[in-house]
């Protein structure tokens, strides 16, 4: 779950995270790992959680690596206090 990092944006190949990630867990889990990325460029947790609840992929997991903070930080620009993010951020991993 994430923004454009999630996705990939800027980056050599593609979803060099979620390839690292996967990698390592099928090592350590010594099966396969299925990976779905549930990201949007841009958004903020909040926007991250709303994404999520309408997603498919968002329905049942086993393990979730968020991906988050950059456009968050943005907000505060705006006058977001960081504490509304530990909020929501806490918000999306209920």
Do not use: Y
Request: charged residues 25%; hydrophobic residues 40%.
């Amino acid at each position: 779950v994430g923004d454009s990092i999630c996705m990939g944006v800027g980056a050599s190949s593609p979803a060099p995270l979620q390839t690292a990630c996967v990698d390592r867990l099928a090592t350590l889990r010594g099966m396969p790992v299925v990976w779905h990325t549930v990201a949007e460029t841009g958004a903020d947790v909040r926007q991250l959680r709303k994404l999520l609840l309408r997603s498919e992929e968002g329905r049942g997991f086993d393990i979730a690596v968020v991906f988050c903070g950059v456009n968050d930080g943005k907000q505060i620009l705006r006058g977001r206090l960081p504490s509304a993010f530990r909020r929501d951020l806490s918000d999306l991993c209920k």
